[in-house]
């Protein structure tokens, strides 16, 4: 209407509902924030009878909209579900809910980089169990699990500096590693570093796999033990 008559730009009434409208903006920001995100949608149908608010107006009521759904979706503590509408809409990142899900991660996480310094597997595991369905997180764990079996190899390695006889447990350990984890340079610096030591071992037709896939094994607590 304003469009077609300039002239009502400058009547009391068309200022009384950019007024309001500004007020219902303000209402709807807050109640975004407040997380009454119902509220902002019918708000925001309101909105529709002024025109000069579209776009903010499509804006608050897309977000409520998709925080409603999140808020659905963080109710199933589906991780993997929940990491995925995030990555789709990434202003949930500054959410508080999702910041809780992150920060309770990464304690978990460096709590497990503890326990991978001392070898031990079946820790990492049990801590770290509900996020395995989360591919990123997933491969975060697969590279704890892993330096936590290079410290099962070093301290094989300790043990022959001493005059222990651990070439059986060595060999299995390396092939076992391989095949979890593929041929890295890791295990290559400690297949060198046995050979100094006189440890001769066996390794042909080794399969070799990949970090990505770890998780498909049902893993011993020490690497030298037979996996599935």
């Known amino acids: 209407m304003v469009n077609r008559f300039p002239f009502l730009s400058d009547s009391d009434e068309y200022h009384k509902a950019v007024k309001y409208g500004e007020i219902l903006v303000k209402k709807a ?8 995100y119902k509220q902002v949608v019918n708000i925001a149908d309101i909105l529709k009878q002024f025109p000069m608010f579209k776009e903010e107006t499509e804006e608050l009521k897309r977000k409520a909209k998709i925080l409603l759904e999140f808020h659905r979706i963080l109710a199933t503590k ?60 997933r491969i975060k764990i697969g590279q704890l699990i892993r330096s936590a079996y290079l410290q099962q190899i070093i301290s094989l390695l300790a043990k022959a500096l001493k005059g222990q006889d651990v070439t059986k447990c060595f060999e299995a350990s390396v092939k076992n590693y391989i095949k979890i984890f593929g041929y890295d340079m890791e295990i290559s610096d400690l297949i060198e570093k046995a050979k100094r030591l006189k440890l001769e071992i066996n390794l042909e037709n080794v399969p070799e796999g990949d970090l990505t896939k770890w998780h498909l094994y049902k893993l011993p607590e020490k690497i030298w033990e037979e996996i599935e």
């Open 29 to 36: 920001k807050e109640l975004l924030k407040q997380g009454e």
């Open 78 to 137: 589906d991780l993997n579900l929940i990491e995925k509408f995030v990555k789709e809409h990434s202003f949930l990142e500054d959410v508080e809910d999702y910041q809780n899900i992150e920060k309770e991660w990464r304690d978990k996480f460096q709590e497990c980089e503890v326990y991978a310094a001392k070898g031990e597997v079946l820790e990492i595991l049990e801590q770290l169990q509900n996020y395995m369905d989360v591919k990123e997180k």
